[in-house]
């Protein structure tokens, strides 16, 4: 059974950063992508970031690029680990985050709530 962990969420004022975990257990997958979504509040669920596994390659949502930073995937047999690094934060980041394993499937996480003040 795939089950992911999303943590790392909290409450930061403008500017400020935060560091999401995403862990992936179960996962025994050679070609899958591994990323993030968001919802804010009244809005429809969007990307913000996904790493792929078989060539890194990644992206990102226009309205993160140059604050957000996808780590490397860190591999531990059936477990995959990915980071999202979240800097110069803005009130419109506030969102509920999720994480997300795709390999035809796709597999989601529990959200964790991140909130920006100004």
């Known amino acids: 059974e795939v089950q992911l962990q999303a943590s790392g969420g909290g409450s930061v004022q403008l500017g400020g950063s935060l560091r999401l975990s995403c862990v992936v257990d179960g996962f025994i997958y050679d070609d899958y992508a591994i990323g993030w979504f968001r919802q804010a509040p009244g809005k429809e669920r969007e990307g913000v970031s996904s790493i792929r596994s078989s060539d890194g390659d990644v992206s990102y949502a226009n309205s993160v690029k140059g604050r957000f930073t996808i780590s490397p995937i860190s591999s531990d047999n059936a477990k995959k680990t990915v980071y999202l690094q979240m800097d110069s934060l803005k009130p419109e980041d506030t969102a509920v985050y999720y994480c997300?394993?795709?390999?035809?499937?796709?597999?989601w996480g529990q959200g964790t709530l991140v909130t920006v003040s100004s």
């Open positions: 997300t394993a795709v390999t035809g499937v796709h597999y």
